[in-house]
């Protein structure tokens, strides 16, 4: 080999001991791949009890007396109520289905009166409870669940009215217990695996036939809620 060569192996020599450390340094084409992560999921299952806060949009009376010509004292309106609501949550992989009741008091209520030329006439109505008990379907997608709920709806009401003539007076009360269903869905959000936030639509419509008069309420509400899952 002549000396003027030499100097060329060098550099050559350099560069194939980088490539070589460069390469060592480089992943295997068949070395094994990280396993991924998975978080766990978020598990509904189980019992929980909460309380919620209701808004009442709107409210109105049903059966005979909106039908006939003293429609213009059917109770109607809005309102507000509490409620205290419990149940137990089955999980079937990305499915949650249970039963769930709950049992609202607030004030809802409402007083109509007309005056003509024969006197004066009152109708006035409280709801004094309502109640249900119903089933929930929901899917779940980790900690939020989004859900539809249907079942029986229980009301206690007590509607009184009164006629005021210039000979003639008269006044009625009674208390009523209205049954009829309820349905409605929402989303709820685990905060925790104990905390629980809900807001809920609800649809509830409820009558009662007594003495071949037919009396009932139809209700509306949004309710938002906080339940422990034990």
Do not use: C
């Not at 949650?96 to 709950?102: I, K, S």
């Not at 939020?144 to 079942?151: C, D, E, H, K, M």
């Not at 685990?190 to 409820?206: C, D, M, P, S, V």
């Amino acid at each position: 080999m002549s000396y003027t060569s030499r100097p060329l192996l060098a550099p050559a020599a350099i560069l194939i001991l980088a490539g070589q450390a460069i390469a060592a340094d480089l992943p295997s084409k068949y070395s094994t791949p990280a396993t991924p992560y998975n978080a766990p999921q978020y598990d509904w299952s189980g019992f929980y009890a909460g309380a919620a806060a209701d808004y009442v949009p709107g409210f109105k009376g049903t059966g005979d007396l909106s039908k006939s010509a003293a429609s213009m004292l059917n109770p109607k309106g809005q309102g507000y109520q509490g409620t205290l609501y419990a149940g137990y949550n089955y999980k079937l992989g990305s499915f949650v289905v249970g039963p769930e009741a709950d049992l609202s008091i607030g004030k809802v209520s409402d007083s109509r009166s007309y005056t003509d030329l024969a006197g004066t006439y009152k109708v006035k109505l409280n709801q004094e409870a309502s109640g249900s008990l119903r089933a929930r379907f929901g899917y779940a997608f980790n900690n939020i669940l989004v859900f539809a709920t249907s079942g029986l709806a229980i009301i206690q009401t007590k509607l009184s009215a009164s006629i005021a003539m210039p000979a003639y007076s008269d006044h009625a009360s009674g208390e009523r217990t209205l049954y009829g269903y309820a349905l409605g869905g929402g989303l709820e959000y685990g905060i925790n695996k104990n905390l629980i936030a809900r807001t809920e639509y609800r649809y509830t419509q409820a009558e009662k036939s007594t003495n071949g008069s037919k009396f009932g309420l139809n209700e509306q509400e949004v309710r938002a809620g906080l339940a422990y899952k034990f």
